[in-house]
């Protein structure tokens, strides 16, 4: 029983174009993995990625925190590669560091984690693929 609504494709147009920090949660260093293509692609086309995982030390060149609250300076966007049911606890540490845009990636949703984050008026996206999103909208 979901009731998750995204913004508009233009909304998130916008998000896109006045991002610049992506904090990537669930960033594997394994260049085969899904979560490596997408944020290889998105810092490619500009955005500072900020690898999440605490058991690798660094991807993409980036040196890697092992969670958000070890992160220096605003985030834009926090981007999760984490299964549906991690989403939640993801939510809780975003609420606590003040970034703007929490995005599931494609195939995860959690209607009680959409609910946590709406309640305290933060922009959600859930079950999109950012880069998808990035050159739909460019």
């Known amino acids: 029983m979901m009731n ?10 916008k998000i896109l174009k006045n991002s ?11 260049p085969q993995r899904t979560s490596y293509m997408v944020s290889k692609a998105m810092q490619n ?22 969670s958000l609250k070890e992160i220096e300076g605003h985030v834009d966007i926090v981007n ?15 609420s606590e560091i003040d970034a703007d845009v929490f995005w599931a990636q494609l195939g995860l949703e959690d209607d009680k984690t959409f609910r946590f984050l709406k ?6 996206i859930m079950d999109r693929c950012i880069k998808v999103e990035h050159a739909l909208t460019k």
Request: aromatic share 10%; net charge negative; glycine share 6%.
């Open 119 to 124: 309640e305290k008026d933060y922009t959600v």
């Open 20 to 30: 610049k920090r992506i904090a990537v949660v669930g960033l594997s260093d394994n």
């Open 45 to 66: 086309a500009g955005y500072e990625i900020i690898p999440v995982n605490p058991v690798v030390d660094e991807v993409l060149g980036v040196k890697a925190v092992s």
């Open 4 to 13: 998750i609504t995204n913004p508009s494709r233009e909304e998130i147009g």
């Open 80 to 94: 999760v590669f984490r299964r549906s049911e991690y989403l939640y606890e993801v939510a809780k540490e975003f």
